[in-house]
């Protein structure tokens, strides 16, 4: 059965990663012998700028009938359009919104061979593996606005059933991994975090009594993650505390650009990006990290294509080039920097027999 894979590039450095990461998908699919069809869509500030839509309809048609979905990155330099529907970013919230997806995964784990292109200490980065679980449908970026000159408000509201959901599949995360889950808010000052403590308690108490929770404070988090980070394992957290805790956390792998991401759902389908943003700064100059673009097909592969062998060789082939010294200039430190080509170059290689 043939597998469909929306690809929409998106913007600033997304059409050059997107390039590495379906070189990569490809090579892989053969080697393993999946049936893969990819098909290309305009979506956020290219779709703006050609068809002045974000999310063009046939892009929206395109999305409900793949089985996964790739993104480049959204955004476009300059001050944003004065309507909210036409900015790119407002065509990412609509796409999550369209696929049902309500968790986002970002899985943090510093690869053996870039440590030293991390500004932290070795010690820092021993044994870091976790994964922050993301809600996405609900918090201050989908509340109601209010826009003015004088005074601005973004309206925060959660309900029951969306921390729910989003702790149960934390939660059965952490089964397969080391049993702790750490639920962060801000339940000493937000009504919100005290709803989501509440709930969290309850599901937890009630469905996941051998999993070890632990609550935290999103600033106390802030400082572990830079501090002992490897006592963590399964974070789950509201949709912008988790927005800028990842962001945070992307320091332990050495760059922005190593840091991959699925936002995941209720079935098969889901949405793999990189977590990094447009970087229009370098557009064009083939510079850019695909790490991160690589290691979300790794994602995809394992979690839309039933092919974990697959993702787990993806995996080791990025480690493998990294290890060998081949990296690019947000990693590099002070030896040679490799262009984007030249390093999915070097991942391919280590992906043959």
């Not at 925060?156 to 059965?172: G, H, I, L, P, T």
Request: charged share 25%.
């Amino acid at each position: 059965m043939t597998s469909l894979i929306a690809v929409l590039p998106g913007d600033g450095i997304g059409p050059e990663v997107m390039c590495a990461g379906l070189r990569v998908l490809r090579a892989t699919a053969a080697r393993n012998s999946l049936d893969i069809e990819t098909r290309e869509a305009p979506f956020g500030g290219s779709a703006l700028e050609q068809l002045g839509n974000p999310f063009p309809a046939a892009t929206r048609d395109l999305c409900l009938e793949a089985d996964a979905v790739l993104l480049g990155a959204v955004g476009l330099p300059g001050p944003p359009p004065a309507d909210p529907a036409l900015r790119p970013e407002q065509g990412l919230l609509n796409l999550r919104a369209l696929l049902g997806v309500y968790a986002n995964l970002r899985p943090i784990r510093p690869l053996p061979g870039a440590t030293d292109a991390s500004p932290l200490r070795a010690d820092k980065l021993a044994d870091v593996d976790l994964i922050v679980v993301r809600e996405l449908t609900g918090g201050v970026y989908f509340g109601d606005k209010q826009e003015g000159d004088d005074k601005a408000s973004d309206l925060c509201s959660y309900s029951s059933e969306e921390v729910e959901r989003v702790v149960r599949y934390a939660a059965d995360l952490a089964r397969n991994r080391r049993g702790r889950v750490t639920s962060i808010d801000k339940a000493n000052v937000l009504a919100t975090s005290r709803l989501w403590r509440t709930v969290t308690s309850r599901v937890m108490a009630d469905e996941f009594p051998e999993i070890e929770l632990e609550h935290l404070l999103v600033d106390a988090a802030a400082m572990r993650l830079l501090t002992h980070a490897a006592r963590f394992d399964v974070l789950v957290t509201e949709n912008m505390f988790g927005d800028i805790l990842t962001d945070e956390a992307s320091v332990l792998t050495g760059s922005l650009g190593m840091a991959p991401s699925a936002s995941v759902g209720e079935g098969r389908r889901a949405l793999y990006e990189p977590i990094h943003g447009t970087a229009p700064d370098i557009e064009g100059r083939n510079v850019a990290n695909p790490c991160g673009m690589i290691l979300s097909v790794a994602m995809m592969l394992e979690l839309s294509l039933d092919s974990p062998r697959a993702a787990r060789e993806v995996e080791a082939a990025v480690a493998a080039a990294i290890a060998d010294n081949v990296r690019t200039a947000d990693i590099a430190g002070e030896g040679p920097a490799a262009s984007t080509e030249e390093f999915t170059d070097a991942v391919l290689d280590r992906l043959k027999p």
